[in-house]
């Protein structure tokens, strides 16, 4: 629980700052809505002329938009220090973060306020709402429950993934994390069904780096619909799984570090 | 001339040096081609839709993917940088046209961007078959259509990096560019799929220019009259562009000294 | 038991062998060589609770590296510190809590945030209580005069401005333990003297100091036992005191006299001292050995020859001495 506070605290730090130029971001906030907007009009139009892909209809592929948005959201508005990892290694910056009594990686991930965030969060809640509105779900207390589950371990991938590939800079020595940027940008084919994809893609956004998990096989198990549908029962499993995996990946990446000016 | 020249050779041996900015770029181009290829292939094996087949919009995507690598090298990240620091004042004591030493540099990159297009258009072809070529005078224009872009793809990004004069945010400003470039060009879907008014707007905006028109031209989607009109159109944003673009980098460098750099 | 021990402390870095531009790298992908670079090298140190150390070497003599390694920042190639019996690696957060670091060439305060939000942050992360924060903030506020840089943003810290705020960063809460690295680089002389009052009122408190620097004026005054580090080992570890006895003896008395004085008769005055005329016919130079004679009789003998109008006296400095020891012409131990 302090842990969770002195979170908040570390990165409440840099909210003053950050509304110190107001006009910068009106336009994070408005061209991130913007982003969110133009991939719904997308849908729309190809929903307009074909009634579903592979099965799945407007409302329920605006629901895996939603969740992809959802999860980023998260990453950026409370973790985009994380982006910065490759930095602040490169800088020597994580010698001041190993003294103090404070998790490293949650030091790190603190660094920075990414407002866009707020955007993406606000948007993919409505696409999820949005959808999940027009979809039939018999909800119990049960469903329920289960969906909140389903959602919360989404965003644990993804923040997992985040933390994953951004501690490949330890091994890498640039300074700018490119290996994770690739990644991230390659799980954004994790808004489509993954049904539509060759096997070896399946492959890669389901077990290698399980991008699927924070969209589709939640969704495809809420909605009922597909083939793998119980898949999406092992979200948390994967979520935990993943988290575990970071941490070692950075803890391990820790101990490769050689500070700055040698 | 001569100071152009050198620029355009001096960026494009420094092209390499680029190199992973350029894949960096390129990934969220690749990515929604792969994503693109993948949904298209599974709607169009059941029916057409707006009377696109499948090897047709194979080729628009391909299209689609090569107009959005081109003039990626650009440097507006570092150009971005010069203005908000201020050193841009210091490339004004150069005897050369800022705009057109941008305009040079973007050129000097186009080399590896062709390369990289050319693999994987190849790669594409060898994975999901051939496209059909069009007859000799719409290749001609599709040609013509596609030189058209480089210089209509740099002033809309130069443009948009000119906002620095007035925006900390360089991010966001490109963000928004991405994003509406992305629906108005008819790189993320044809632009016949648009709602008719919606169509009609991006139709006659600059973005048409960015995928749609030489993407409908190799399609013979368009006959010879309106594909030529809509070349007309193209090359008309690029000179209202050209002119715009100077307004506009006068107006930044009256803030720049308001502000004292 | 020793309050920072370390055995054997070895830290070996690795660098790929790369040629120049893309063909280099390319290469290295297929044929992996690189050169080991020893920064630290078995290095045995142990540091009593209370004591203060000056450690010092030349440049890239691997003292950085040893604090890193003493503070756990980086993991020993081989060998072993204990900080208060704790593993550094293993036992991180207890081990923080003890010690404080402050880097001279790197700020910890954060860019866009004021001094005092920096160190409230601190404060919050370390679980100091608002009662011990106020009192320790007003007891740095007396020699660091942190009040007027309180409300200033990291970013616009002037150098002097920024080590004072990061070394009440590094102290806020209260460690055993503090490493000083390069502490007063780039400061100026006034903001300098103001520092080094503040290490020994540190020092008096009964914190455990290890300095690091290599401007050695700030460590004279400051600490009895000097560690001396060349190419990754120790070369010395012992009292500052005793190196000076040993190699700093020497004195200078620098004299003034009313009137012109024949050298024969100083130099059979002084037996066992050395005279020379100075650039003025009434100034001389007398060295002597100060365990042979005190700067005291000198100047009764000189009194009772001449009128002295003026005297000084000149003692090598540790500097000097390590100076010498650096270019290989004084071997210490």
Redesign the interface.
Known sequence: M?TVR?YL??LG??FR?LLEYEADFVILVVATVLMQVVNIVFLAALFAKVPALNGWTFWSVLMMFGAVALAEGVGSLFFDGMWSLAWQINR?????F?????PVALQSSSAKIGVNGLSNIVMGIIMIGTGLAHVDIAWTPWRVLLGALLLISSVVIKLSINLATNAVSFWLSSPTPLFAFAMHQVGDLARFPLSIYPIALKAALGAVLPFAFISFFPVAYLLDTGQSRWIGLLTPLVAAYCAVAAAVIFKRGM?R???A?? | MRSYRALIRATAKAA?AYRFSLLLGLGAVLVQLVALLAVWRVILAESTVNGFTWPQMRAYLLVAFAAGTVVSLLGDFRMAFRILDGDVALDLVKPIDYQKARFAEAVGGLWIELILIGVVVGATLALTGGVDTPAAPALALFVTSMLLLVPLKFLIVYVSTLTCFWTQNYMGVQWARLAVVNLLSGALIPLAYLPGWLAAVAQWSPFAGLTSTPALIFLGRVDGRHALQLVAVQLGWVVVLWFGARLVWRAGLRRLTVNGG | MPIVEARGLTKV?RRPDKGPG?AGAVRHLFARRFTD?V?VDHVDLSIEAGEAVAYVGPNGAGK??TV?LL?????PTAGDVRIDGLHP?RD???V??R???L?G??T?L?W??PVS?SLA??R????VDHATYRKRMARFDEVLELGEILPV?GRKLSLGQRMRADLAAALVHGPQVVYLDEPTIGLDLAVKDRVREFFRSIRDEGTTVMLTSHDLADIEGFCRRLVIIDQGRIIFDGDLEAVKDKFARERILHVETAAPVPLETLRTSLPGAKVEAEDTPTRYAVRFDRFAMTAGQAVTTLAGLTELVDFRVDEPSIEDVIRRVYSGELVLG
């Open positions: 302090r002195l605290r570390l730090a840099h700052s020597g910056e994580l010698d001041y190993l003294v103090r009594p404070y101990r570090y050689e500070s000016g040698n | 390499l | 870095f893309l670079k920064a950085s590296t890193k503070s756990g920042i980086l993991v690696q991180r957060t207890t923080a809590h010690i404080g670091v880097f060439q790197r910890q954060w866009d945030l939000e942050v601190l919050d992360i370390y679980g943003v």
